[in-house]
Structures are given as C-alpha cells and as structure tokens.
C-alpha cells in the first residue's frame, strides 16, 4: 500500500520563539480502547498538532481542547498538564 500524498496540508514548525506548547495547563489523553481512528480531532486541531496516526504533538498542541469537544466517541480527555 503507497503513502497517500497530500499537497495543501501545513505541518507546525517552531516559530521565532521557539515552540509553541510550552504555556498549555491541559493536554490531550487518547483512550485508544473508545478511539475509532474517524480523524475529526485532527481536522478540527487549530494548531495541526495531532498526526495521521492520531499522535498529538505536545510540543504544539496549546491544550484548547477543541479535539475533546470534537470527539464523537468521548475518546480524548483534556487532563491537566504536571510540571
């Protein structure tokens, strides 16, 4: 099976002041027992830090929790964030 290209995606990249997730107080737990792999919670990722695999990336994701809300199985928890 060949890797599907896609030409008009945008992937994060550090910025100027370095990378991004560093001031979130709650990240992303996936529960991959109610994950369905439906990818919602990547479409909807304002900062494109969940993967096609599903993977979030914490040093983007700003903990917004729009793929919690998102979820249609409930599968993402926001949890907050230990330092």
Do not use: Y
């Amino acid at each position: 099976m060949t890797q599907r290209v896609r030409l008009a995606i945008s992937r994060p990249v550090q910025g100027a002041c370095g990378k991004t997730g560093s001031w979130r107080v709650f990240q992303p737990r996936v529960n991959r027992d109610l994950c369905n792999a439906c990818g919602i919670c990547a479409m909807f990722c304002p900062d494109n830090a969940i993967s096609e695999n599903l993977e979030i990336d914490l040093d983007f994701c700003k903990g917004c929790g729009i793929c919690a809300h998102e979820c249609p199985k409930k599968a993402i928890e926001m949890v907050r964030e230990e330092k």
